[in-house]
């Protein structure tokens, strides 16, 4: 079993950056892909990114392509989501999660993911 920990939220103004982390408690021998959600009070969780295993495949919700970058470091059990140019809209409470089923793949959808972190705040003011 594997525990993430995500870092790094906080109150920033719209059009600051902001950089998340998502760190894997321990090592595991096993292969997975990590995916990116969000949710505001009163809403669904909802896909941000996700990053295969290999790093090589990555996918953004439309909301913010272009804005955001998720990147891996295997070598530090570490993902990253760097938050560029951000929004109002982009207040929410970020989740990582693990997809152990699928580590080649970047899926969209929370019912494929495996393991949760437990969430950090991010706060965008106008």
């Known amino acids: 079993q594997v525990q993430l920990v995500e870092s790094g939220g906080g109150l920033v103004q719209a059009g600051g950056s902001l950089r998340l982390s998502c760190a894997a408690s321990?090592?595991?021998?096993?292969?997975?892909?990590v995916g990116w959600f969000r949710q505001a009070p009163g809403k669904e969780r909802d896909f941000v990114a996700a990053?295969?295993?290999?790093?090589?495949?990555?996918h953004y919700a439309d909301s913010v392509k272009g804005r955001f970058t998720i990147s891996r470091d295997n070598a530090k059990n570490t993902v990253y989501l760097q938050m560029n140019s951000l929004k109002p809209e982009d207040t929410a409470v970020y989740y990582c999660a693990a997809n152990f089923r699928a580590p080649g793949g970047v899926s969209t959808s929370l019912y494929e993911y495996d393991y949760w972190g437990q969430g950090t705040q991010v706060t965008v003011s106008s």
């Open positions: 321990k090592r595991t021998t096993s292969s997975y892909a």
């Open positions: 990053i295969s295993w290999s790093g090589g495949g990555t």
